[in-house]
């Protein structure tokens, strides 16, 4: 079974502009979590998709936003990009409804300039 | 706010020998625990998981958990080399909808073993 795919796995961007990340979950895994990874502030959570309904949020700005497609692939969205907003950006999904081990994808390396 | 905490390390243990890791965590509610390892410039990997009080045995790899003492641990028996990597502690603090996810995570414990 093919395991959680992202992408891009690298994006370099400027201040000001705006990202879409895409995750695609392992087959029959209809949960899907996003993370932060920064050398300071370790693996933080995002938010968690199920059926397309956001479930939970993590303490982030509303520059970050996501969504869920009715196939389970989730997308994120960070707008107005700062130079802060550069890390890993790692997806995770889990079968789900309450099934909760979660699998990571590769991630995704942010570089704002 | 809902933590976890860990011993960030670094932690150093002869081949061969057991690696203890400890993790801590703020919610006496929680039901899920999880230990991931992390290599180098890699995503976590799930290594083990555990629900219920007592010991979980997988291989060389042992998850305890104490849900009275807020406390869960991983012991890895026989160390190899291979086992050097960042072994990150997650707690599940869903909370809202019914079985909502929410993987708080500790810093991590760089693990070193020395051949």
């Known amino acids: 079974k093919a395991g959680v795919t992202q992408t891009p796995r690298y994006l370099i961007k400027t201040r000001g502009q705006q990202v879409t990340l895409s995750c695609s979950p392992i087959s029959g895994h209809r949960s899907v979590s996003w993370y932060q990874q920064t050398p300071g502030q370790g693996l933080q959570f995002l938010f968690e998709?199920?059926?397309?309904?956001?479930?939970n949020k993590g303490n982030f700005p509303g520059r970050f936003s996501g969504r869920q497609f009715s196939n389970s692939r989730s997308e994120m969205n960070v707008s107005t990009l700062e130079l802060g907003d550069s890390a890993l950006y790692l997806c995770?999904?889990?079968?789900?409804?309450?099934?909760?081990?979660?699998?990571f994808g590769p991630g995704t390396r942010l570089t704002v300039l | 706010q809902k933590e976890v905490e860990q011993n960030s390390g670094p932690l150093s243990v002869p081949e061969g020998a057991i690696a203890s890791l400890n993790c801590t965590y703020s919610?006496?509610?929680?039901?899920?625990f999880f230990w991931y390892r992390q290599y180098s410039g890699k995503s976590p990997e799930l290594i083990m998981f555990i629900y219920s009080n007592g010991d979980k045995e997988d291989g060389r790899f042992t998850a305890q958990l104490n849900k009275a003492s807020q406390y869960v641990s991983l012991l890895i028996r026989d160390s190899q080399p291979s086992d050097s990597a960042t072994y990150l502690c997650?707690?599940?603090f869903g909370g809202g909808f019914q079985g909502a996810q929410k993987l708080v995570f500790g810093q991590g414990t760089r693990l070193t073993i020395n051949p």
């Open positions: 998709y199920f059926s397309e309904t956001q479930r």
């Open positions: 997650a707690v599940n």
């Open positions: 919610d006496r509610g929680s039901q899920s």
């Open positions: 995770a999904s889990s079968p789900g409804p309450v099934t909760d081990t979660q699998y």
